[in-house]
């Protein structure tokens, strides 16, 4: 299976930023499948995956989206912290490490809090006012990724509560 960690946002906060990408050209991300990764599994089995999650013990937290970024080179528009939050931080650490314990090959570039919300899209003459959010944490998920000439589908397999 190809599994990610990710952290999903209400859907109040989904659509949200799905109105925000509207107001730009590029292929937006599907509503339901906008989310903040946390670690990139590739082909996997869940089983090491889940026992590596259950042993983070990370608090809760309110994610702020309050920066918007185009980025040339990739052609894609994301949105996300200004800074990586500390409590996001200690979260990636810790899942990262419990990975790494369990033998998982994770990538060696730092972590960039970043949620896709436009692929293939054209340099924008400007990035639209962006309303601040806080999206609140209580939760990471396990998830499997399905690719298809339709696009991504993303099909949650665990959620790990936070403190």
């Known amino acids: 299976m190809r599994l990610f960690f990710a952290l999903w946002p209400p859907a109040k906060t989904a659509h949200a930023l799905a109105q925000w990408a509207r107001q730009l050209q590029g292929a937006p991300t599907a509503e339901e499948n906008i989310h903040l990764t946390l670690a990139f599994l590739g082909e996997a089995e869940p089983g090491p995956a889940h026992n590596a999650a259950r042993r983070v013990q990370a608090r809760r937290q309110a994610l702020p989206i309050e920066a918007a970024r185009y980025v040339k080179r990739n052609r894609m528009v ?8 500390p409590a996001l931080a200690d979260l990636v650490h810790q899942l990262h490490k ?5 033998a998982f090959v994770l990538e060696e570039r730092p972590f960039a809090a970043h949620v896709t919300l436009l692929r293939k899209a054209p340099p924008p003459s400007a990035l639209p006012p962006l309303t601040p959010l806080d999206w609140p944490v209580n939760e990471f998920l396990l998830v499997r990724s399905r690719t298809s000439p339709r696009g991504s589908t993303y099909e949650p397999l665990e959620r790990y509560s936070l403190a």
């Open 78 to 85: 994301w949105v996300g912290p200004a800074a990586l939050p």
């Open 98 to 102: 419990s990975l790494r314990d369990a």
